[in-house]
């Protein structure tokens, strides 16, 4: 089982680049989130998708936007990048909103801004 | 806010020791409560979860208690590995801001 596959593992971007991080879920789950992991400060959400159609601001949304393409896809965009999004980025998924149901996560994008 | 606060790592234990990592949470209502743990180089993988006052969750021999007098859920295990070296994150369910919160993760490290 494929579970949350995240792409690329890893990118180097200079300043004032953009790119885009791509996720895919194969459990038909509802929900999907973007989260971007830093020393010391845990998990912060950035953009979540409730349902298919949705999409909605976490802690940190600035910088960033959010395509949910269909129900498997959910894609983070970078428009133009800057030392401070230096950081590792999780996609997940999980069955509902509800919050009573385990999210399953990507391996995750290791994204450096130079 | 709704927030989650974790004892500060790294810990460092020897096989066979027994392990605590504190969390405590401030939230609206009744949230969910969550360990995740992250091996090397891999994503977040849940651990154990509770739903309500006094839920015990457990799994792989580590247990935590939804102790909402107290608003905490510390985990324990009562023989470390070496393999359960790992980071953990203690998370909560936010139902008002509809989000999963998470601790700033504690690293523990277990020597042979």
């Known amino acids: 089982n494929a579970g949350v596959t995240q792409t690329p593992k890893f990118q180097v971007l200079k300043t004032g680049q953009s790119m885009t991080l791509q996720c895919a879920q194969d459990?038909?789950?509802?929900?999907m989130y973007w989260y971007r992991q830093d020393p010391g400060m845990g998990l912060r959400l950035i953009y979540y998708?409730?349902?298919?159609?949705?999409?909605d601001k976490g802690e940190v949304p600035n910088g960033y936007n959010v395509s949910r393409l269909n129900k498997r896809e959910f894609s983070l965009r970078l428009e133009s990048a800057a030392p401070s999004q230096t950081s590792v980025y999780f996609c997940?998924?999980?069955?509902?909103?509800?919050?009573?149901?385990?999210?399953?996560f990507g391996q995750g994008t290791r994204l450096t801004v130079v | 806010g709704d927030s989650v606060t974790q004892m500060e790592g790294p810990v460092t234990l020897s096989e066979e020791a027994f392990l605590t990592i504190n969390c405590t949470y401030t939230?609206?209502?009744?949230?969910?409560l969550f360990w995740y743990v992250q091996y090397p180089g891999e994503g977040l993988q849940l651990l154990l979860k509770?739903?309500?006052?006094?839920d015990k969750g457990s799994n792989k021999g580590f247990e935590a208690t939804y102790r909402k007098e107290t608003t905490s859920f510390h985990l324990e295990k009562g023989s470390v590995q070496v393999s359960d070296s790992a980071v953990y994150f203690c998370a909560l369910f936010s139902g008002g801001y509809n989000k999963l919160i998470f601790g700033a993760g504690t690293r523990l490290a277990v020597h042979p």
């Open positions: 509770a739903t309500k006052a006094d």
């Open positions: 998708s409730a349902s298919e159609g949705t999409t």
């Open positions: 939230a609206t209502g009744y949230p969910s």
């Open positions: 459990m038909n789950h509802n929900s």
């Open positions: 997940a998924s999980s069955e509902s909103s509800r919050g009573y149901t385990e999210a399953f």
